[in-house]
């Protein structure tokens, strides 16, 4: 009977399928998928407060006052210049295309980094499982909503993170699938992806390191091979290191002092760093923009406590590597190696600040979060249900707090006043926070509130040539010239070979009518800094209130050249070559400056004069100039004197003398109602000529005027 049974039971037909490797590959492809849709799901709700921020501190230097990303040829000179103050080209390059997609609208570059971020998430995941660390998908999650990530994601110049931490992780997946697979073209893959990382920022120079580390854990051992393999990651490494140092050292630091401390401080303050960092990893609470800067006696035995204990520590994982300190040497040895290059040991600008920073542990963090969660899930996997439960709430509850904290510290990020005034609760020595607070309330008009947070900024770093110039700008605006002035001369004494500081000096001393001694500080701005426009246009402007009209040339002519997309020395080369009855070259520049800013009212009106008064036949053109000052009137909704006036002189050069004389009359009929009695007889003479059927022609002179935002109707 059970023969039988057997038999028949082996006949019936099943209804069920046999599950396949191709349905079990389906599945297992569904399932990733789905975690990783989870992961970017759960990331950008923790970062909705991201989405709706603004602009932040240098996102101007490095974004939206940046002349490189607005310059069409902006791309050539980030690769192949030293005029950038850093060598980020793969950086600066998406920010370029993005410039030209999103402009002043902070959200897109927000959602850039989101994305980003996700992306890098989901690499380190499967970088993770590659490696076979248990809770590979839970330790991703946690590195995607921890906290410390936060100024890494929300911060626009950050890209500078975002970016190369995406390419870092691609080589690093792909060399494993290359160690996995033997497939040889993964190789050069993964080598052209840690040059794009590289070209990204050279703050993840040591995936060389990494990469033995991860073939060691893998194999038990690292071979002669081994590192034959890891050679060419090592010469990118060198050589895209040692640009950046030039960089760094040559642009945008200067001859600016960051620290002052020798070799042995930077050691010890390295050890102190290390542990702090773990210290915001573990209990990532009270994060701040800027921290306390530290001071540690390098005298002192103590100080060398912190980095005496780390290498303790290795030591320890070291000998144990054979039993329970390998997973530990692994994970904290990446965490410690990819530190290492923001330690202190050599200058980074931010460290003028602070000595600390959270987004200088944004590529090390995983290798700490994968430490821990591996141990603890290897741990849990060896127990019974009860404390696998127990494992998995506590997972929730982690996350769960990671997620809400990530949160809460992304809405300090909404805008600049925000930001500063946590930065100042959490660190009210900061004179960073102080001085840039001032600033943002300096532009929303607060400048007594400004001036105070000036003072104070001034008072806790008396040698910050920052704070003496914001002050020099508040006192301006109140008409305060002589006061600013001693303040714009305390920030040349305290930085005299910072071009800013020479030309805010220069522009003070001009406006009191020290004309020749204004010259003197923009000459040495120009030496400062031979590559700025800036200087040159200051001195083209006292030129030509000098009435030195020929030097004046000189210098908007090396603007235009150095800044081909900046408007205001085409206007001014317009206006002097007009005088100097160059009329071709005065049309050129005009137009040239309308070209870069179309919305330029008064260059277009000033175009439109010339346009239509020229005793020249030749350069007259009577409809470009009625084209031209309609649309400037429109936009007025016809009640600047001035462009009316304008507006007359081109309807008559075009012959329609009833619409001049019309014009004329209510431009007129403004400036009367203004008591301006100067500009009133002169609108008379136009009128006169408009009603015997005659243009208004004129030898080039300067035009007097009225302020055209104080006649309104």
Same mark, same amino acid.
């Given at each position: 009977?059970?023969?039988? =049974? ?5 006949g019936?037909? @099943? ?27 759960i990331i ?28 069409? *040829? ?5 690769w192949? /210049? ?9 950086? /600066?390059?998406?920010?370029w295309?993005e410039? @030209?997609?999103?402009?002043?609208n902070?959200?897109?570059?927000h959602?850039?980094?989101i %994305? ?6 989901i ?11 248990? !809770? ?14 936060v100024e ?12 190369p ?5 691609? /080589? ?5 699938k290359?160690?996995?697979?033997? &497939? ?18 050279t703050?993840? %120079? ?5 990469? +033995? ?14 590192? &034959? ?5 090592c ?18 630091i ?10 042995a ?6 050890? =102190?760093?290390?542990?702090f960092?773990?210290? &915001?990893? $573990?209990?990532?609470?009270n994060?701040s ?8 006696g ?6 060398y $406590? ?10 320890v994982?070291?000998? #144990? @590597? ?5 997973? %530990?040497?692994?994970?904290?040895g ?11 040991l ?12 959270d ?29 696998k ?5 506590a997972?929730? $509850? ?15 990020? =909404? ?10 609760? #959490? ?9 840039n607070? !001032?600033?943002s309330?300096?532009d929303?008009?607060k400048?007594? *509130?400004?001036?105070?947070?000036? =003072?104070?900024?001034?008072?806790? #770093?008396?040698? *910050? *040539? ?6 020099g700008?508040?006192l +301006? ?11 714009f001369?305390?920030a040349?004494?305290?930085?005299p ?5 020479l ?18 500080y ?11 426009p ?6 083209g ?15 908007? #002519? ?32 005009? @137009?040239?400056?309308i ?19 020229i ?50 009359q ?7 109602s ?7 007889v $002169? ?31």
């Open positions: 009977m059970a023969s039988k =049974r057997k038999i028949r039971n082996a019936e037909k @099943r209804s069920d399928p046999v599950p396949t490797a191709k349905t079990t590959g389906v599945a297992k492809t569904w399932r990733d998928f789905s975690l990783a849709c989870l992961i970017v799901l950008f709700m923790a970062y909705i407060p991201v989405t709706k921020a603004g602009f932040i501190w240098d996102d101007d230097t490095f974004l939206t006052e940046n002349p490189l990303i607005k310059a069409p *040829d902006g791309l050539f000179r980030f192949f /210049s030293t005029e950038p103050p850093d060598y980020f080209p793969l950086t /600066s390059t998406t920010l295309f410039w @030209r997609l999103w402009g002043m902070a959200a897109g570059y959602v850039v980094n %994305i980003l971020h996700c992306l890098n998430t690499f380190l995941w499967l970088v993770l499982r590659e490696l076979k660390i248990p !809770g590979a998908w839970l330790a991703a999650l946690l590195f995607g909503i921890h906290p410390v990530c890494s994601v929300a911060w626009i110049t950050e890209r500078k993170n975002t970016l931490l995406f390419f870092f992780m691609l /080589s690093l997946l792909l060399f494993l290359l160690e996995k697979s033997g &497939k040889t073209g993964l190789y050069m893959l993964s080598l052209f992806s840690f040059l794009l990382a590289l070209l990204s920022k703050s993840v %120079i040591m995936l060389p390191v990494v990469l +033995l580390g991860c073939l060691w854990w893998i194999n038990g051992k690292v071979s002669f091979k081994d590192f &034959k393999r890891i050679a060419p990651y010469v990118l490494s060198a050589v895209l290191g040692l640009v950046t140092i030039w960089f760094q050292y040559n642009r945008a200067g001859e600016e002092v960051v620290r002052n401390d020798g070799f401080s930077r050691l010890a303050i390295s050890g =102190r760093a290390v542990w960092y773990l210290y &915001k990893a $573990i209990l990532p609470v994060l923009f800027a921290y306390p800067r530290w001071e540690i390098a005298t002192s035995l103590l100080s $406590i912190p980095l005496a204990l780390i290498v303790l520590c290795v030591g994982f070291w000998m #144990k @590597r054979a039993s329970w300190g390998r997973g %530990i040497l692994f994970g904290f990446y965490y410690l190696i990819t530190l290492l290059p923001i330690l202190g050599l200058n980074i600008y931010f460290m003028k600040y602070s000595l600390v920073a987004h200088w542990q944004y590529i090390a963090l995983p290798g700490l979060i994968a430490l821990a969660v591996g141990s603890i899930a290897h741990y849990y996997s060896k127990s019974g249900q009860e404390m439960r127990i494992g998995q709430v997972a929730v $509850i982690v996350s769960g707090a990671f997620f809400w904290l990530t949160f809460k510290q992304s809405q300090i990020y =909404r805008n600049p006043e925000t930001l500063w005034e946590d930065t100042l609760h #959490k660190n009210p020595s900061s004179w960073l926070a102080l001085n607070l !001032g600033k309330l300096f929303r008009g400048t007594e *509130d400004a001036i105070a947070l000036y =003072r104070k900024s001034i008072n806790l #770093k008396p040698d *910050d *040539d920052v704070a003496y110039n914001d002050m700008a508040a +301006l605006k109140q008409g305060k010239a002589e006061e600013a002035l001693g303040y001369q305390k040349v004494e305290q930085n070979g910072y071009e800013v500081n030309c805010n000096l220069g522009n003070t001393l001009s406006g009191l009518g020290r004309k020749q001694e204004a010259v003197m923009f000459f040495k701005a120009v030496v400062a800094a031979p590559d700025s800036a200087p040159h246009f200051y001195l402007n006292t030129y030509l209130e000098l009435g030195r009209k020929e030097e004046a040339l000189k210098h908007y #002519k090396m603007v235009v050249q150095m800044s081909p997309s900046f408007a205001k020395p085409h206007q001014k080369l317009g206006e002097i070559y007009y005088s100097l009855c160059r009329f071709g070259e005065s049309i050129e520049h005009y @137009r040239k400056a070209t870069i800013q179309p919305q330029w009212l008064d260059v277009k009106s000033d175009l439109a004069w010339v346009l239509s008064t005793e020249d036949e030749k350069f007259r053109n009577g409809a470009e100039a009625v084209k031209l000052a309609e649309e400037v009137c429109r936009k007025e909704n016809f009640r600047n004197p001035m462009h009316l006036d304008t507006l007359a002189a081109a309807y008559a050069a075009a012959g329609r003398f009833p619409e001049a004389v019309e014009t004329v209510k431009a007129l009929r403004i400036v009367e203004a008591g301006a009695k100067n500009l009133a $002169i609108m008379k003479k136009h009128l006169e000529a408009y009603q015997s059927g005659r243009p208004w022609l004129e030898n080039p002179k300067p035009r007097s005027g009225i302020p055209k935002t104080n006649i309104r109707i």
